[in-house]
């Protein structure tokens, strides 16, 4: 079972941590031997909270879907409109803190569109313009979906759609006319151009919204029950407030989606807008470790798996690029990563990284952007966490 999950309720006993109210862990053997080893990682994030570099933060590590360590750490909620004035009732973080995950939803639409793939209802190497017959014009009818996964396509990196008036759906059209800045397979730009497009392919093709499609075809088959776009108000209490936006003018962005542009198109987009916790985000990144599937259920075949990590970018300078997932990134992976590691990262402080080598995965959450994004960087804190792990893993 995935995660080592035992269904056991109340107090936890000695070789579990609890990750849920109801739901205990199980570590994997001689893991609880190790327990001061993990100090290091304990003392990276709470450095990090008291220098202000985050207001708090949960961490999980797992090896083999077995879950090593999971621990929150500081606020969820501590400030109102800057690093010094606090809230009246500050917030901690728990395990069960659900974050606005940002562009770690990439990873989500990017699983949707090779659905479709193995579906047979898109192909990967067809023009855009075929399943979307108002991508067109500015060169555009050479992009492929392959593009548009790898961020080859040439589309810029971003466009301020909030600042267009009138309803999603105009803010949208301006994202699909949006004219390529390079000619396709010849420079990799992280594009959430390319990714607005990419989630609008999965609506017209499934013939369902984005966000419908997601929780039918990859939140409900992995048990993904904290995971959301638009979280329902019922879960304020336990989402971790990010910005206090002043363009466009929003206050303290709390439930509600902290990427303008995502927020623009009415909270659901295949760039950014889903919402979750460290506990579901594990059930995601185990899926790709195991191939595709997760307790007895298949969501992708494993040759689609495969095919995500494959290195798709080959001789394009900086760009380490499978289908959604990145690949080789020491600045947030660790200083030995290679070829075999695959994560992303999120705006707001979230990140995940999968070593498909050894079976170990790290997630980082965090609201690094609560009360501003102009906070200190948190990358240095990131490949902290990354080396601490590989070289506790692998003793």
């Not at 003392?43 to 202000?52: F, S, Y």
């Not at 999980?60 to 929150?72: C, F, P």
């Not at 803010?171 to 006319?177: D, I, K, T």
């Not at 790290?362 to 948190?378: K, M, Q, Y």
């Amino acid at each position: 079972m995935l995660l080592g999950v035992a269904m056991t309720i109340g107090v936890s006993v000695k070789g579990e941590v609890p990750i849920l109210s109801s739901i205990m862990i199980r570590q994997p053997e001689g893991i609880e031997m190790k327990q001061n080893k993990w100090n290091e990682i304990d003392g990276i994030m709470q450095q990090a909270v008291e220098k202000g570099v985050i207001p708090g933060g949960v961490v999980l590590v797992a090896r083999n879907g077995m879950i090593a360590k999971v621990q929150a750490y500081g606020w969820a909620a501590r400030y109102r409109e800057d690093r010094k004035t606090l809230l009246p009732q500050a917030v901690q973080a728990t395990t069960n803190t659900v974050y606005d995950v940002a562009s770690l939803t990439k990873l989500f639409t990017a699983t949707a569109v090779m659905q479709l793939v193995e579906q047979g209802r898109i192909s990967l190497d067809v023009p855009v313009v075929r399943y979307l017959s108002d991508f067109t014009g500015e060169g555009k009818e050479s992009i492929t979906i392959r593009h548009l996964l790898s961020h080859t396509s040439g589309l810029p990196a971003n466009l301020p759609l909030y600042r267009t008036p009138g309803p999603p759906e105009k803010r949208l059209r301006v994202a699909m006319e949006a004219k390529p800045v390079a000619t396709p397979g010849t420079r990799c730009i992280y594009s959430d151009i390319g990714y607005m497009v990419l989630g609008e392919l999965v609506h017209r093709v499934s013939g369902k919204s984005l966000d419908q499609y997601m929780q039918e075809q990859i939140l409900q088959p992995l048990s993904m029950s904290s995971t959301a776009f638009r979280p329902p108000s019922t879960w304020k209490a336990r989402i971790a407030p990010t910005e206090e936006q002043t363009v466009p003018s929003r206050g303290l962005v709390w439930s509600e989606v902290h990427d303008e542009n995502a927020w623009a198109l009415g909270g659901v987009a295949g760039h950014a807008g889903l919402f979750s916790t460290v506990s579901d985000l594990a059930r995601f990144g185990q899926m790709f470790l195991n191939e595709g599937s997760l307790d007895g259920v298949r969501v992708l075949h494993p040759s689609s798996v495969r095919e995500m990590f494959r290195l798709q970018t080959p001789g394009l300078p900086h760009a380490n690029r499978g289908l959604g997932w990145e690949l080789h990134q020491p600045w947030y992976m660790g200083e030995h990563a290679d070829g075999k590691r695959a994560g992303h990262t999120g705006f707001t402080g979230t990140s995940i990284v999968l070593d498909r080598e050894t079976g170990w995965m790290l997630i980082v959450l965090t609201n690094r952007v609560h009360p501003t994004r102009e906070g200190p960087s948190i990358s240095n804190m990131r490949k902290r966490l990354a080396d601490a792990v590989e070289k506790i893993i692998e003793q």
